[in-house]
Nanobody
Framework: QIQLVESGGGSVQSGGSLRLTCTSS????????LAWYRQEPGLQRELVAY???????DYADSVKGRFTISFDKAKNTLYLQMDSLKPEDTAVYFC???????????????WGQGTQVAVSS
Protein backbone atom coordinates (compact mmCIF):
# COMPACT_ATOMS: atom_id res chain seq x y z
CA GLN A 1 0.00 0.00 0.00
CA ILE A 2 1.40 3.35 -1.06
CA GLN A 3 1.35 5.98 1.68
CA LEU A 4 1.69 9.68 0.91
CA VAL A 5 2.39 12.17 3.69
CA GLU A 6 1.93 15.89 3.13
CA SER A 7 3.30 18.64 5.37
CA GLY A 8 4.24 22.29 5.31
CA GLY A 9 0.82 23.90 5.39
CA GLY A 10 -0.05 26.77 7.68
CA SER A 11 -1.62 30.18 7.97
CA VAL A 12 -0.12 33.11 6.08
CA GLN A 13 -1.16 36.55 4.97
CA SER A 14 -1.93 37.41 1.39
CA GLY A 15 1.30 37.75 -0.57
CA GLY A 16 3.15 35.30 1.62
CA SER A 17 4.84 32.02 0.74
CA LEU A 18 4.71 28.40 1.84
CA ARG A 19 6.50 25.28 0.70
CA LEU A 20 4.60 22.02 0.88
CA THR A 21 6.38 18.69 0.99
CA CYS A 22 5.23 15.16 0.21
CA THR A 23 7.07 12.05 1.23
CA SER A 24 6.30 8.37 0.90
CA SER A 25 7.39 4.99 2.19
CA UNK A 26 7.61 4.00 -1.48
CA UNK A 27 9.93 5.32 -4.17
CA UNK A 28 8.06 8.21 -5.75
CA UNK A 29 10.28 8.11 -8.83
CA UNK A 30 8.68 4.76 -9.60
CA UNK A 31 5.66 6.68 -10.82
CA UNK A 32 5.64 8.33 -14.21
CA UNK A 33 4.03 11.51 -12.89
CA LEU A 34 3.47 13.28 -9.57
CA ALA A 35 1.05 16.05 -8.74
CA TRP A 36 -0.53 18.33 -6.20
CA TYR A 37 -4.27 18.76 -5.75
CA ARG A 38 -6.28 20.99 -3.47
CA GLN A 39 -9.80 20.82 -2.10
CA GLU A 40 -12.06 23.38 -0.50
CA PRO A 41 -14.94 22.27 1.73
CA GLY A 42 -17.89 21.04 -0.29
CA LEU A 43 -16.02 21.20 -3.59
CA GLN A 44 -14.28 18.64 -5.79
CA ARG A 45 -10.57 18.10 -5.58
CA GLU A 46 -8.78 20.36 -8.08
CA LEU A 47 -5.51 19.60 -9.88
CA VAL A 48 -3.00 22.33 -9.07
CA ALA A 49 0.17 21.11 -10.79
CA TYR A 50 1.83 17.98 -12.07
CA UNK A 51 5.31 17.01 -13.18
CA UNK A 52 6.66 14.24 -15.36
CA UNK A 53 10.23 15.50 -15.17
CA UNK A 54 11.86 18.90 -14.44
CA UNK A 55 11.19 20.04 -18.00
CA UNK A 56 7.67 18.70 -18.26
CA UNK A 57 5.35 20.37 -15.79
CA ASP A 58 1.91 21.91 -16.00
CA TYR A 59 -0.12 24.17 -13.76
CA ALA A 60 -3.69 25.26 -13.28
CA ASP A 61 -4.22 28.71 -14.78
CA SER A 62 -5.03 30.08 -11.33
CA VAL A 63 -1.54 29.32 -9.99
CA LYS A 64 0.68 29.78 -13.04
CA GLY A 65 3.61 32.06 -12.31
CA ARG A 66 3.08 31.73 -8.53
CA PHE A 67 3.50 28.03 -7.74
CA THR A 68 6.37 25.71 -8.63
CA ILE A 69 6.30 21.93 -8.46
CA SER A 70 9.54 20.01 -8.11
CA PHE A 71 10.80 16.56 -7.18
CA ASP A 72 14.01 15.70 -5.37
CA LYS A 73 14.79 12.12 -6.30
CA ALA A 74 17.61 11.80 -3.75
CA LYS A 75 15.26 12.82 -0.93
CA ASN A 76 12.23 11.03 -2.39
CA THR A 77 10.30 14.23 -1.78
CA LEU A 78 7.82 16.17 -3.88
CA TYR A 79 7.56 19.92 -3.27
CA LEU A 80 5.13 22.69 -4.05
CA GLN A 81 6.60 26.16 -3.63
CA MET A 82 3.74 28.62 -3.30
CA ASP A 83 4.49 32.32 -3.63
CA SER A 84 2.27 35.40 -3.81
CA LEU A 85 -0.45 33.50 -2.02
CA LYS A 86 -4.03 34.72 -2.27
CA PRO A 87 -7.05 34.07 -0.03
CA GLU A 88 -8.54 31.93 -2.82
CA ASP A 89 -5.59 29.53 -2.43
CA THR A 90 -7.03 28.49 0.93
CA ALA A 91 -7.67 24.74 0.82
CA VAL A 92 -6.40 21.36 1.92
CA TYR A 93 -3.54 20.32 -0.35
CA PHE A 94 -2.86 16.70 -1.32
CA CYS A 95 -0.01 15.14 -3.22
CA UNK A 96 -0.67 12.48 -5.80
CA UNK A 97 1.11 9.74 -7.70
CA UNK A 98 -0.13 8.80 -11.14
CA UNK A 99 0.54 8.84 -14.84
CA UNK A 100 -0.25 10.94 -17.88
CA UNK A 101 -2.29 10.25 -20.97
CA UNK A 102 -1.13 12.80 -23.47
CA UNK A 103 -1.19 16.03 -21.49
CA UNK A 104 -3.82 14.76 -19.05
CA UNK A 105 -2.72 13.75 -15.57
CA UNK A 106 -4.43 10.67 -14.18
CA UNK A 107 -4.08 10.05 -10.43
CA UNK A 108 -3.85 6.64 -8.88
CA UNK A 109 -6.10 6.14 -5.89
CA UNK A 110 -3.50 6.94 -3.25
CA TRP A 111 -4.28 9.88 -1.01
CA GLY A 112 -2.78 11.16 2.21
CA GLN A 113 -4.42 13.27 4.89
CA GLY A 114 -3.48 16.49 3.18
CA THR A 115 -2.11 19.67 4.67
CA GLN A 116 -4.20 22.77 5.36
CA VAL A 117 -3.26 26.10 3.80
CA ALA A 118 -5.05 29.21 5.01
CA VAL A 119 -4.39 32.60 3.44
CA SER A 120 -5.85 35.69 5.06
CA SER A 121 -6.37 39.03 3.37
Amino acid sequence: QIQLVESGGGSVQSGGSLRLTCTSSSALNGFSALAWYRQEPGLQRELVAYCVDPHNTDYADSVKGRFTISFDKAKNTLYLQMDSLKPEDTAVYFCSAGCTSGSTYRPYDYWGQGTQVAVSS
